[in-house]
Every structure is written in structure tokens, then in C-alpha cells.
């Protein structure tokens, strides 16, 4: 073991993918900043394929994205953050292009695309890889920014608070994090700390996420004192590739739009029987329709099937997908391709305000990890890159614009690892974290009841006694901390759930199947809700 490292630095960002490096590169070149990641791929960034969603158009309107932002979103969003966000958009589009992204254009204007939910055509893409094109630029212009220091392979343990006395009022210092590769906890201090840190679809079986999608920061800043909400609302995308090494590979809605027809095992087609739109239906329609049948026949997954199309059409309009499923042994123009329904996005998140600021003095959330009030209960396509850079930008720029010098106070103490030792027991872990994904995918997945949430909570709250024993008393890795983090995360989704008597939105629940008439946020408080 080497020895833990104590760092003073004036903001620090845990995470490094669209809505972290866009809050570090607006941070004033005078201040110092380090940017912490456990994957420096950048998380779920690369993945996004779609676009960001912009007035650009002059036959579109800021009005027309906010109404439909706000359709979309079930009477859950709240209006003036969806205005706030919108109206910034053309902002947030100049400043991605000044970085070096290259939307994808047409006759030297930019090629906008329609998506889901968006009545006009507002998306600006780069081809199918928008995600990829606006890390690779973020990742740039970082590299060459004298003021921001790297540190891969970290990952966050747990905040940390001075409490104040008389007039001082609580606020973050810093952090405790843990060097994946020396195995030591370090310290960083810090005036002001951004949670970038993504969503918490790894919670569950099945996901589109990347593996590092543990809901560290909603788990962190819970522990710290801060409100979350609306943690029951996880989007789901219908058809996620069901395969022991494809791990989050999606298959576009787009194979369905073509003729893509699902089918159960023994060839049965069922979407007729659940919308008249059949294979076209929403995409929370087609999810819920493949879990019931998953449900009623006991299956592990069911087919997509588009063999029926020409083989040159499907590899031309699908050469991405195609040679994917022709690595692992799937011929798509041939064979049907084995599907499951995949958690793909949190809508919820750690609660704040227009600046992205939380509860906690000097602590901001952007992105995935936060709950905006922009997405209600159901977030609209390409609305969440756009999140990640409008509240990137704004939490950079009220940290500039109320910084004092570092305030005084007792410095952070350092990690204690004096009373643990290292676990000769670490397959517990591997098998807590198992099963918190299936009773979650089981219990708490895209159909519920009040039964099935009821056993998922008591298994959770089982779970999370026999993890802080374990955390207590063994020196920490990166698998235990994202455990412990998932169980956090676990529980808050489950209280969440349970308090919203009605199906709103991404929350179905055959208990209650309406709506209600006031529509409400869920908040959950660590003071009366742990």
C-alpha cells in the first residue's frame, strides 16, 4: 500500500462525460479544478446515438419544445425549468459547436432530425453517434485547459460535510476517494464539489447503461443531506440485446420502424393485442407489452424478426447493428434477434435548483445524477443532452459568480482505515449485487404492485444491514463502494415507488391504474424518509 494523498483544489468534478466537462471547461481559468473518473470513457455520454434538441428552425418555436416537453412529461415537468432549458438551447448549441462538435449538416445548414415526442424537427446529431462526437470534442478542448488536473481510475467514497456552528451554515469540503490502483482512500478539499456522475440504471438486470452507472452521486448526496425526487421514474427502452456478451448493446427503434415485428418463442406475434399501433406503439407501450409476456410464459426474453425485409435493405439501413449481431453469431437478415426490455435512463435524481445547486451549500448535481424538474415523469428523446450542457454551464458560472476566498475552518480529516482489514469473503459482494439487480428487474421493474414493491423493500432494506457490516469492517474497493451506492439507490427507488398511488408517466402500477388529479413530486428526505 502507498501512502493517501491529501489535495487542496478549488472545484472539484466527479465525472468526466458531457454535463462534467462542460461545467470544468466553464469554470473561470483561474480557479483550479480536477476532474475524478472511474472510467475516463466518459460514462454514458458515447452512447447517446440520437442528438441534442434546439430551436433551430424557423418554422419551429421555443413554445412548441416547451409544450411538447411538457406533453411528454405526463404534468409532472415544471414549467419554468422547462422554459429556462429551452430557451438556453441555441446557447448551449453554440457553445458545443465553439468546442469543436460537428453536427452533422445539410447545404451548410444543420440536418435536423424528428424524434418521438417532438413536433417539429429539432434534432441536431452528428450521423449516429452524437454522444461519441460530443465527448471526443469535450475531451479535446480538456485535454489543453491548463487549469484542469485528471484523475482516472478514482472513485468517490463519500462527501464531505462541515457541519458549522452559530451562523456558519453546513457545506461541502471535499471528498474521500478511493485510488482503484493503489487501494488507498485519498482526500481532496474542495470550495465547491460537481456531482457528474450519472444515473443508476446498473440498479437493475437488464440495462442499456455502461457498468459504471451505479448511482454513486444520488447515494452520496442522500448520505450528505440533500433531498432526491422522483427516483420511481426509470425509462426503459423496449428492445435491449439479450446476450451473455453483449452486455448494453441496444437495437434501435428504428429495425421496428422499418417492419421489425416481435414475436414470442413459438413465433406468436402479441403487440395487436396491446395497442392498434402494434411494433409503432410508445416506447413505454412496447415495454410494458414484452414484460407482461416475459411474465405470463416465464421466458427470459422474446424476438425481434425482420427477415422478412430484403438482406441488401437491412444491411444498408442497419450496418452498425448488423455487424454487431454478426460478431456474436447472429445473422438479423437470417435469424431472429433475442430481445428484453433494459433500464435506460433515471429521471429522478438529487433535487436542485435553476444553478444546479442541492440542498448542501457549494454541492451541485448536473446531469443524469440530478432531478431538474425537466423531465416530469418521462423524459423526452434528446432532451438530456441538452440537460447535461444548459446546467453544466449554469453551475459553472453561479460558482464564479459567488466565490469568496476558501472559507476558514478545520481542515478535512483523513480516511481511517486503521479498524478494517482486507475480506477474505469478497463473493458476498458478487452475490448481493445479483440479487439486487433481479428482485429490482422482478419487483420493481416496468410493472408493479404493491405486493411486489413491498418484498423488494424488505429485501433491500435486509441487504443494506448485511452491506454496512461489511463496509464497516472491511477495507473498501471500488465493487463494495458501487454495492453500497446500489442499495442506497435500490431503496430510494422502492419508497418512491410506494408513495405514488397512480400510474403516471414511466411508473405503472396495477394497484393503482389512474391518474390522479393533482399531480405531485415525489421528494424523499433523509431526516424523516431513511
Known amino acids: 500500500m502507498t501512502t493517501p494523498h491529501h489535495n487542496r483544489v478549488d472545484v472539484l468534478v466527479l465525472g468526466a462525460g458531457a454535463a462534467g466537462l462542460t461545467a470544468a471547461l466553464s469554470i473561470p481559468k483561474h480557479l483550479r479544478v480536477a476532474v475524478l473518473t472511474k472510467d475516463p470513457s466518459g460514462g454514458s455520454t458515447r452512447w447517446a446515438q440520437g442528438g441534442v434538441a434546439a430551436v433551430i428552425d424557423d418554422q419551429d418555436s421555443i413554445e412548441s419544445h416547451v409544450q411538447d416537453t411538457l406533453i411528454a412529461g405526463a404534468g409532472l415537468c415544471h414549467r419554468d425549468v422547462v422554459e429556462h432549458v429551452v430557451t438556453h438551447a441555441r446557447e448551449a448549441i453554440d457553445w458545443l459547436v465553439d468546442q469543436g462538435v460537428a453536427f452533422t449538416r445539410s447545404d451548410e445548414a444543420f440536418h435536423l432530425t424528428q424524434e418521438g415526442g417532438h413536433s417539429h424537427r429539432r434534432i441536431l446529431h452528428a450521423a449516429d ?3 461519441w462526437a460530443i465527448q471526443d470534442a469535450l475531451d479535446r ?8 488536473t485528471f484523475y482516472h481510475k478514482y472513485i468517490a467514497v463519500d462527501l464531505c460535510v462541515e457541519q458549522g456552528r452559530g451562523a456558519r451554515k453546513r457545506r461541502v469540503r471535499g471528498c474521500h476517494v478511493l485510488n482503484i490502483e493503489t487501494g488507498e482512500v485519498d482526500t481532496f478539499e474542495a470550495q465547491a464539489v460537481i456531482l457528474a456522475t450519472g444515473g443508476a440504471s446498473k440498479v437493475y438486470r437488464y440495462t442499456s447503461n455502461p457498468d459504471g452507472a451505479s448511482g454513486d452521486g444520488i447515494a452520496m448526496a442522500w448520505r450528505a443531506g440533500c433531498r432526491v425526487a422522483n427516483m420511481e421514474f426509470n425509462q426503459f427502452h423496449p428492445t435491449c440485446l439479450f446476450h451473455p456478451d453483449a452486455k448494453s448493446f441496444l437495437i434501435s427503434e ?26 409503432l406503439a410508445p416506447r413505454d407501450i412496447v415495454a410494458r407489452a414484452i414484460d407482461h409476456e416475459m411474465k405470463r410464459i416465464g421466458a427470459d426474453h422474446l424476438y425481434l424478426d425482420i427477415t422478412h425485409r430484403d438482406p441488401e435493405f437491412i444491411r444498408n439501413h442497419f450496418p452498425t447493428i448488423h455487424q454487431r449481431l454478426l460478431e456474436l453469431g447472429i ?4 435469424d431472429w434477434i433475442p430481445i428484453v426490455p433494459a433500464a435506460h435512463y433515471t429521471c429522478g435524481g438529487v433535487l436542485v435548483d435553476l444553478h444546479g445547486e442541492t440542498d448542501l451549500p457549494g454541492l451541485y448535481a448536473v446531469g443524469e445524477v440530478s432531478s431538474t424538474g425537466l423531465h416530469g415523469a ?6 438530456s443532452l441538452l440537460e447535461c450542457i444548459v446546467y453544466g454551464r449554469a453551475a459553472a458560472t453561479h460558482i ?10 478545520q481542515s478535512i480529516e483523513p480516511w481511517d482505515a486503521s479498524q478494517v482489514t482486507d475480506s477474505d469473503e469478497n463473493v ?22 404493491d405486493k411486489r414493491l413491498q418484498r423488494a423493500l424488505n429485501r433491500a432494506q435486509l441487504l443494506a444491514r448485511e452491506i454496512q457490516d461489511f463496509y464497516a469492517n472491511y477495507r473498501v474497493t471500488a465493487n463494495l463502494i458501487e454495492l453500497r451506492n446500489l442499495v442506497v439507490v435500490a431503496e430510494l427507488i422502492i419508497r418512491s415507488a410506494l408513495k405514488r398511488k397512480e400510474s403516471r408517466g414511466l411508473h405503472y402500477t396495477l394497484n393503482h391504474p389512474d391518474l390522479s388529479k393533482l399531480p ?9 424518509d431513511r
Request: a negative charge.
Open 141 to 148: 478542448q480538456a485535454a489543453c485547459a491548463e487549469n484542469l
Open 378 to 383: 418521462n423524459r423526452m428523446a434528446s432532451n
Open 129 to 131: 453517434a452524437t454522444g
Open 400 to 409: 464564479a459568480e459567488s466565490w469568496t476566498e476558501t472559507p476558514s475552518g
Open 520 to 528: 405531485e413530486d415525489t421528494i424523499l428526505r433523509p431526516d424523516r
Open 428 to 449: 458476498v459482494i458478487a452475490h448481493n449485487w445479483a440479487e439486487i439487480r433481479r428482485f429490482m428487474w422482478d419487483y420493481v421493474g416496468i410493472v408493479r404492485t
Open 254 to 279: 428504428a429495425v421496428r420502424g422499418e417492419g421489425g415485428l416481435l414475436r414470442l418463442p413459438d413465433g406468436t406475434q402479441f403487440m395487436s393485442g396491446f395497442d392498434p399501433r402494434a411494433e
Open 331 to 334: 445473422d438479423m437478415t437470417r
